[in-house]
């Protein structure tokens, strides 16, 4: 079946500019998480989504960071008024795993690159 | 403050030599760790996961064991193959389902 898949693959904005990146879970996948990838660097957790559970934003770095799930499904990565250190790739996993299941495997799918200009 | 961390960032190794990543965390409270493998330009792809109940799991050509005492966490490769090169990350999950990242280890296989 289909993985996760983001769009766009890749962005490039201006300084001040805001921008949307789109995530598309596997279907039936209850949580949805937004990572950052900076340049060799490891990911950095930005927010979870569980089922119909208030969303973890603890790992968003700056209010000009958002995050919206509509319906369960589709989630929304928004970022205003980007800056230069916004500049990193964007990585999307679902899961279908609640909490003390089995397994908390996360798909992951290719990315955004987000290049601030 | 507390992290996950790699002793190595880069590993190379010849074609058909057993591999061996380590990884070493700090929160004791972690119960459950995952091992992911990116290739350039895609996303993570799982490879095994442990429990902190276990101390060793076994997967197709791969091992990870865990040593809670000291807190680490390896990723051993047997027979590593070209396609195995890529760069290796360990996971923890400290609470509910928030997991940390290590920076990663990059395995260069050489034929």
């Given at each position: ?43 950095e957790f ?12 603890s790992g ?58 | 403050g507390e992290s996950v961390g ?18 070493a965390y700090s929160n ?64 923890e999950?400290r ?5 940390y990242?290590g ?9």
């Amino acid at each position: 079946g289909a993985g996760v898949s983001q769009s766009p693959s890749n962005k490039v904005t201006e300084k001040g500019k805001d921008v949307e990146l789109r995530c598309d879970p596997i279907s039936g996948h209850t949580a949805l998480y937004w990572y950052r990838q900076s340049l060799g660097q490891g990911l950095e957790f930005l927010i979870y989504f569980q089922g119909n559970s208030a969303p973890d934003k603890s790992g968003l770095p700056s209010d000009r960071f958002s995050a919206e799930r509509t319906g369960g499904s589709v989630s929304t990565l928004t970022i205003q008024r980007t800056q230069q250190e916004d500049s990193a790739v964007y990585l999307c996993a679902s899961s279908r795993a609640l909490a003390g299941g089995p397994t908390y495997e996360q798909y992951f799918g290719p990315g955004t690159r987000l290049t601030v200009t | 403050g507390e992290s996950v961390g790699l002793h190595l960032p880069t590993l190379s190794v010849q074609e058909g030599d057993n591999s061996i990543i380590n990884c070493a965390y700090s929160n004791s409270a972690s119960d459950y760790f995952i091992w992911y493998k990116q290739e350039s330009g895609k996303g993570p792809q799982f490879i095994i996961d442990i429990r902190s109940n276990m101390d060793k799991r076994q997967g197709q050509r791969v091992t990870v064991l865990l040593n809670k005492t000291v807190k680490h966490l390896s990723l051993q490769i047997a027979a590593t193959q070209p396609g195995d090169s890529a760069v290796y990350f360990c996971a923890e999950k400290r609470n509910f389902n928030k997991f940390y990242f290590g920076s990663g280890t990059k395995l260069n296989v050489k034929p």
